[in-house]
């Protein structure tokens, strides 16, 4: 069957030998909630042939295959075929990841708050490998043109990087980071290769899990406070 979109005026049905066709209602309400309703179901076989097989399993013709849908009725659900579906993945999965941060108190001195959150990433990673799994496959399978219209505020800083800014520029105000405006990005992008990395290296060695609860906070602190120091010094003296 063609993986062309189906025709806008039709609804679009089940066709697998299991399926029973929808009861589409005229009432727009009804409509629009049964269409929310089979986008989820589509992503939720999604999401489960990402964390069996890894992003480069998932394609139109396989979540039709295995939600009894003709490949060409997904389309009325994501326009944009795979690309889309994969989005929609990436965000679900750093929604679930920004509410986990999101827990650590506000009030916290900005060296706690950052420690804190690393350590609150690393627990997220143990307690839901799976959104980290999906989170990441899908994020490195998509390409930046795939979407013509990509949703701005999730290819901008998302929530989890503003969280992390939003403790970085308290720290900078107050003098205990010393970050120019210029590394600030990048400084962001190391912290999250810490934590992230060092939630990877936990998965491969889940028998020392003890250790990295540890260690792992203690070298969170030490990358943090270094960022008091002049860290960025030889970049200074290259520069002069």
Not at 112 to 126: D, P, S
Not at 133 to 158: C, G, I, K, N, R
Request: aromatic residues 8%.
């Amino acid at each position: 069957m063609s993986d062309e979109p189906a025709a806008p005026d039709e609804p679009a049905e089940r066709d697998g030998p299991n399926s029973r066709p929808r009861q589409w209602s005229a009432h727009p309400g009804r409509r629009e909630r049964r269409h929310q309703e089979t986008r989820e179901d589509i992503l939720r076989v999604a999401r489960q042939i990402v964390i069996e097989g890894g992003a480069e399993e998932l394609t139109v013709r396989e979540i039709a295959r295995r939600a009894d849908f003709a490949p060409s009725a997904l389309y009325r659900y994501f326009e944009g075929g795979r690309p889309e579906i994969l989005f929609a993945i990436a965000q679900t999965s750093v929604a679930v990841l920004e509410g986990h941060l999101a827990r650590v108190p506000r009030g916290l001195p900005p060296t706690e708050r950052i420690v804190a959150m690393g350590e609150a990433y690393l627990r997220f990673a143990r307690e839901h490998p799976e959104e980290v799994t999906l989170l990441f496959d899908s994020l490195t399978a998509m390409e930046p043109l795939d979407l013509e219209h990509p949703d701005e505020s999730f290819l901008a800083p998302t929530g989890v990087y503003r969280l992390l800014e939003s403790a970085l520029r308290e720290g900078i105000a107050d003098g205990t980071f010393r970050i120019a405006e210029r590394d600030l990005m990048f400084v962001m992008h190391g912290t999250w290769a810490l934590v992230h990395g060092l939630a990877s290296v936990e998965r491969l060695h889940e028998q020392h899990g003890g250790v990295f609860d540890d260690r792992g906070r203690d070298l969170i602190r030490a990358f943090v406070n270094g960022l008091g120091s002049e860290w960025d010094a030889g970049a200074r003296r290259r520069a002069t």
